[in-house]
């Protein structure tokens, strides 16, 4: 049986556990790590939470909150509206904050890129994105 196909990286940061969580939701912070885009969501699982261009106003992506417990962790799904085929599962991009010695921890996840449509093609740019955008997550949190 297959364990599927997840991006799973770790961070430490010498931030606060609130510095870190705020750098997840603010969207004054979020569009400096997020390819410049900003959370649209009311921050209630179940709902939307979308990633729109602050200086376009285009939707990059779309999804919904699944879980949202301030400060520790968030998850949601997402897909790409613009894509051809909008698939039945959409993967899902989970957040985990831990706080240890004046370090917070954050674990990330997102998949299963096994499960959908050019899986393997999508999971290779996560990762790659995922690596740009936390260089400055980074500054943006011990700034």
Known sequence: MSEGKYVKQSYQFNASV???WDALINPEKTRQYMFGCDPVTGWIPG???DWV????????VKGKLVQFDPPFIFSMTTYDPSAPIQDDYHVVGEYKLSHENGITTMEISQGDFSKVTNGD??????????KSAMEVFRKVVES
């Open 53 to 60: 261009g602050a200086e376009d106003g285009i939707t990059y």
């Open 47 to 49: 709902e939307a939470l």
């Open 121 to 130: 093609e999508r999971f290779e740019e996560a990762k790659k994105s995922w």
């Open 18 to 20: 609130a510095d870190v």
